[in-house]
Nanobody, 117 residues
Framework: QVQLVESGGGLVQPGGSLRLSCAASGVIFSGYAMGWYRQVSGKQRELVASITSSRSTNYADSVKGRFTISRDNAKKTVYLQMSSLKPEDTAVYYC???????????WGQGTQVTVSS
């Protein structure tokens, strides 16, 4: 059974930075594209960054130039470095594998990011 554990969220001031981590278990991690998603209460979850097994990356326009996704296959972990944070980045952040254009596994608990002064 695949388990995803996100961490690293918190409260940060506008313009600040955070690094999120997502550790996966029960999966051949290196073979999957991975994505970071975020969800604001009452809204649909959106994909903000993805990284393929060959480490090609893609970003939503709203975070391009500010967020960086990376992965460590040995640790079965995907990271999201977030900089120049804005209040509109406030959300619960989740990671998941990407399979056939959709999520690969059940969601983890997510990690809350709050950007506020």
């Amino acid at each position: 059974q695949v388990q995803l554990v996100e961490s690293g969220g918190g409260l940060v001031q506008p313009g600040g930075s955070l690094r999120l981590s997502c550790a996966a278990s029960g999966v051949i991690f290196s073979g999957y594209a991975m994505g970071w998603y975020r969800q604001v209460s009452g809204k649909q979850r959106e994909l903000v960054a993805s990284i393929t097994s060959s480490r090609s990356t893609n970003y939503a326009d709203s975070v391009k130039g500010r967020f960086t996704i990376s992965r460590d296959n040995a640790k079965k972990t995907v990271y999201l470095q977030m900089s120049s944070l804005k209040p509109e980045d406030t959300a619960v952040y989740y990671c998941n594998g990407i399979s056939f254009g959709g999520r690969a596994w059940a969601w983890g608990q997510g990690t809350q990011v709050t950007v506020s002064s």
